[in-house]
């Protein structure tokens, strides 16, 4: 008996050390991973840090990490949604009166505004020592935090407010239409009144009409089309929101050689290009415009001897119109000499031609411009790319350049057919601008561009 007694405290001595050895294992382990800020201050009773300046939510869960992410989401929706709301009725009173009935918006959608665009800023998990029946465990505890900049987040709702109430604008327009469609119909009928023979004819004619109406109804052609019409809408709404800075900006008139749609933006345009290495005078090029009309000369020089001389009647016929791909086109004649300083000045025959350029804005890829020219001497197409409009808007781009010259007078030194050329574009005002430019194959140009706006 005193043995087995013996035994009982040696077990219960033994299950009193696991403990303890048990309870310092699970404090050194989370000294080891240090406890973000925010779970110090929530579990001490506080708010975050600087929490003046934010919107937040934080959730707390002994289930799993899902469930203190939805708690999060649920605290972060309370905790905006008198603002929320109140974005919300800012907006209905600009957009006007008529929508004040019509869009009203109830808890859940409020709450599932709140979260659009949102997710989990960072995440926590805790093991904490507990015991069951003296059994030693670890208890997990899991913490999610939602977190946004007030300034930011206001822009955000704001933003999705906006798309929303346009969304709205849509279908209350689609049901005064409806609502007028069936008031008309009801007129009509109220006007039939026609011989028993005639109204029996029409009320057939007016069960097969439903018929009909029900059937495509049925099938969800009028619903399949008002969704097309919305989801086509949305698309495009989001497009200009997205690039609606770059479609402002007025697209360059030229590539590196390449004169493309656009006209002199202004009433006076130069240009000047000086060789690099070894230095030498290019080219310059002058152009005016009167309405949507460009007359321009272009002077080019070799070894800073006249080589090339070209005159140009241009007209804009579609002057930068579109809603997302603007386009630009224009129609013209140019009159041409080359090789002018080989040539006695009384064999000199200048040349014509029509000539055609275009240039189209495709924002969704990298915010660029393509640019085609085309007459009888050559064919051209250009490239104007701003990939770092983000940071730096229009002040830099780089260009690229493809010239297919069938008349051999106006190729290089070396005859190339098809030319290759390169450049990058630095913008510091708005009318002046300067480009780095590697062209015939054989030179470093650097050229100044210089617009003189109207009075």
């Known amino acids: 008996m005193i043995k087995y007694i013996s035994y009982i405290k ?40 600087k929490a003046e300046k934010y919107y937040y939510g934080i959730g707390e869960s002994k289930k799993s990490q899902f469930d203190a992410d939805a708690k999060a989401r649920k605290e972060f929706a309370l905790s905006v949604k008198v603002r929320v709301q109140s974005v919300f009725e800012e907006e209905i009173q600009q957009k006007g009166r008529i929508l004040k009935e019509f869009a009203r918006m109830s808890n859940k959608q409020i709450s599932d505004l709140s979260l659009r665009g949102l997710t989990i800023t960072e995440r926590y998990e805790e093991a904490i020592a507990d015991t069951i029946l003296k059994i030693p465990f670890e208890r997990e505890y899991y913490f999610s935090l939602i977190k946004i900049e007030k300034d930011k987040y206001d822009k955000l709702v704001s933003d999705e407010i ?37 109204r029996e004819k029409e ?43 770059f479609l402002k900006e007025i697209p360059p008139s030229r590539v590196i050689t390449l004169r493309n749609g656009e006209i002199v933006n202004g009433r006076h345009e130069f240009s000047a ?35 090339c001389q070209n005159f140009f009647l241009k007209m804009q016929l579609l002057p930068n119109t579109g809603e997302l791909w603007k386009t630009s086109v224009s129609f013209g004649f140019v009159e041409y000499m080359s090789s002018i300083y080989e040539t006695d000045y009384k064999n ?27 007459d ?22 780089f260009l690229m350049q493809v010239d297919y010259i069938a008349d051999k007078n106006f190729r290089n030194r070396f005859g190339d057919p098809v030319l290759f050329q390169i450049g990058i ?9 300067f480009t780095l430019s590697y062209e015939d194959h054989e030179l470093f140009i650097f050229s100044t561009d210089f617009t003189i706006e109207k009075k």
Not at 355 to 370: D, E, Q, W
Not at 376 to 397: Q, V
């Open 10 to 49: 040696i077990s219960f001595l033994c299950s009193i050390i696991i403990n303890i050895l048990f309870v310092f294992s699970i404090a050194f382990s989370q000294e080891l991973s240090e406890k973000p800020e925010w779970v110090k201050r929530h579990q001490d009773g506080l708010g975050i840090k």
């Open 162 to 198: 906006e798309r929303e109430l346009t969304i709205k604008e849509k279908e209350y327009e689609e049901e005064i239409a409806l609502k007028r469609l069936n008031e008309q119909k009801r007129l009509e009928e109220l006007q039939i009144e026609k011989s028993k023979h005639e």
């Open 203 to 245: 009320e057939k004619s007016l069960e097969l009409d439903k018929e009909k109406y029900k059937d495509e109804y049925r099938k969800g052609k009028f619903t399949l089309k008002l969704e097309d019409i919305k989801r086509k809408t949305e698309e495009l709404y989001q497009r200009q929101t997205l690039y609606k800075d």
């Open 273 to 307: 290009k000086m060789g690099i290495s070894p230095v030498t005078f290019e080219s310059i090029y002058y152009g005016y415009r009167l309405w949507l009309l460009e007359l321009s000369t272009e002077i080019n020089l070799f070894n800073n001897k006249l080589d």
């Open 348 to 374: 000199l025959k200048p040349k014509y031609s029509p000539f055609l350029s275009s240039n189209v804005t495709i924002p969704s890829f990298y915010y660029s411009y393509i640019s085609i020219y085309g």
């Open 376 to 397: 009888a001497r050559k064919f051209s197409t250009g490239f104007n790319n701003y990939i770092l409009y983000k940071y730096f808007r229009n002040k830099i781009g």
């Open 425 to 433: 574009r630095f913008k510091p005002i708005s009318n002046l601008f």
